[in-house]
């Protein structure tokens, strides 16, 4: 006798089934309603020249004007250069420091020395709680004229060297420090990953003549794959989005060839110079770029790793 199917009763069952999970869910939930998307209606002042006090929620007091704010920034002076450094400060960390947590968490499993491999945990995890204001100012200090970097290099012979005021050195600079900030605490999603993989699979390994490195190879790697994959299509999708706040602390107008992004030059465009409407329609411009390139990266991903967010 073929059997009815019955969606309605089977969503029923399935919402009660799992009550506890949507309820756990629901903080969460409310938390992005309030703060993420209730806020997005102040959108509208990217097409309005709107200043504080005006009304922007009306269609007769508001002034709309269009699209007049992002053509002003697609031909302003500034537009190439604030696009290639975004683009390239956040392509620099994505390069050289994506894997960096990802070979620190396979290393760290390896080690079963329990104390010694606790103690190398919180030394990575500290970075990530220092204020971004005292590693700005450990930065500044040590590329200072008479920094400690430049006293190493007097001690070999070699000249000072003003790194702080040379635009080709903001680029290394920014991107050792911030690798050296995230490695530790990004390569927590790795060791929990790993955590869940069973031993009995490195013992039949083991009984099979793998050494550790093959092990590492063959069982811990494959267990971090989709944690990889998410974590890459995250990465990609925030392209256009580099450290503004540490940047802001560590650049001064010298080095503003390469230092300066989108985000610095919001603060002090749209922030500091009251230019609201232009701060909000470059948020939104860089906000669909983003999101078309996290799209495009998880659709990639999809195809060819069968790892996706959706």
């Given at each position: 006798?073929?059997v ?28 992005l ?30 002034n ?23 683009f390239?400060?956040?392509?620099y960390?994505?390069?050289f420091?994506f ?44 590329i ?5 970097i430049?006293?190493i290099?007097?001690m ?6 003003a ?13 050792i420090t911030?690798?050296?900030?995230s ?30 490195f ?19 299509i ?7 989005s580099?450290n ?12 503003y060839?390469t230092?300066?992004?989108?985000g ?8 500091l ?7 909000t329609?470059?948020?939104l ?6 999101f ?9 991903s999809r ?8």
């Amino acid at each position: 006798m073929k059997v009815i199917s019955q969606p309605g009763k089977r969503r029923s069952f399935h919402l009660r089934d799992h009550v506890q999970l949507y309820l756990i869910m629901l903080p969460v939930l409310v938390h992005l309603f309030i703060f993420s998307y209730i806020p997005m209606y102040g959108i509208v002042i990217a097409f309005q020249d709107y200043y504080p006090g005006k009304p922007f929620l009306s269609f007769t007091d508001a002034n709309w004007v269009g699209l007049k704010h992002f053509i002003n920034f697609f031909n302003g002076p500034y537009f190439g250069r604030l696009m290639r450094n975004t683009f390239l400060l956040s392509f620099y960390f994505l390069v050289f420091g994506f894997w960096v947590p990802i070979v620190f968490s396979l290393l760290l499993n390896e080690l079963k020395h329990g104390v010694f491999k606790k103690f190398v945990q919180t030394a990575s995890y500290l970075p990530h709680f220092i204020s971004n204001v005292v590693v700005a100012g450990m930065v500044l200090s040590f590329i200072n004229v008479d920094g400690i970097i430049n006293v190493i290099i007097q001690m070999f012979g070699g000249t000072p060297i003003a790194l702080n005021t040379e635009p080709a050195y903001f680029p290394a600079i920014y991107t050792i420090t911030s690798i050296w900030k995230s490695f530790g605490w990004s390569s927590i999603l790795y060791l929990a990953a790993m955590s869940s993989v069973d031993p009995n699979l490195y013992e039949a390994a083991k009984m099979d003549g793998a050494n550790r490195f093959k092990q590492m190879l063959h069982i811990s790697l494959p267990s971090i794959r989709p944690t990889i994959f998410i974590l890459l299509i995250f990465a990609i999708g925030s392209l256009l989005s580099a450290n503004s706040e540490f940047i802001l602390l560590i650049y001064n107008p010298m080095v503003y060839e390469t230092a300066d992004v989108i985000g610095t030059y919001l603060y002090r465009d749209g922030l500091l110079g009251g230019n609201f409407s232009m701060g909000t329609a470059v948020g939104l411009f860089i906000s669909l770029i983003n999101f078309t390139l996290l799209y495009v990266a998880n659709s990639l991903s999809r195809k060819y790793s069968d790892y996706a967010l959706w």
